[in-house]
């Protein structure tokens, strides 16, 4: 669970303390927080299968960093401050810009959807 604390309140670029959210894992609603852990938790999983099916060491690390790497583009997407881009009809994820900034009406992303990157740019 990611529980640790955000940056002080008047850091800059972070001015969503002033309305609840002061741990990372305030981010995310308890949908998205539960689908993320449990993509977490398959890619810890994989990686052990693939060692325990005699796979090179190696090998199980690069496909396990690039999961990785996916889950961390959909923790950007699927967070409770991703906003709806209506122009390019797409998700801003919640690090579009440098800063952390209050999102009223957010956008929800079914990370079990075909090709949810594509409609996540």
């Not at 990785?68 to 690090?95: P, Q, Y």
Request: proline share 7%; aromatic share 10%.
């Amino acid at each position: 669970m990611p529980d640790e604390p955000l940056p002080p309140e008047d850091t800059l670029g972070f001015r969503v303390q002033r309305y609840g959210l002061t741990q990372w894992g305030d981010l995310f609603n308890a949908r998205q927080k539960l689908a993320l852990l449990t993509f977490a938790a398959k890619v810890r999983e994989a990686h052990q299968t693939m060692l325990a099916e005699g796979l090179a060491p190696e090998f199980a690390q690069a496909v396990t960093t690039y999961l990785a790497m996916c889950l961390n583009r959909l923790s950007d997407k699927c967070s409770s401050l991703a906003r709806w881009h209506v122009t390019g009809e797409i998700v801003s994820g919640t690090f579009s810009r440098q800063a952390l900034p209050m999102v009223w009406d957010y956008f929800e992303l079914s990370p079990l959807i075909p090709n949810w990157c594509d409609h996540a740019a």
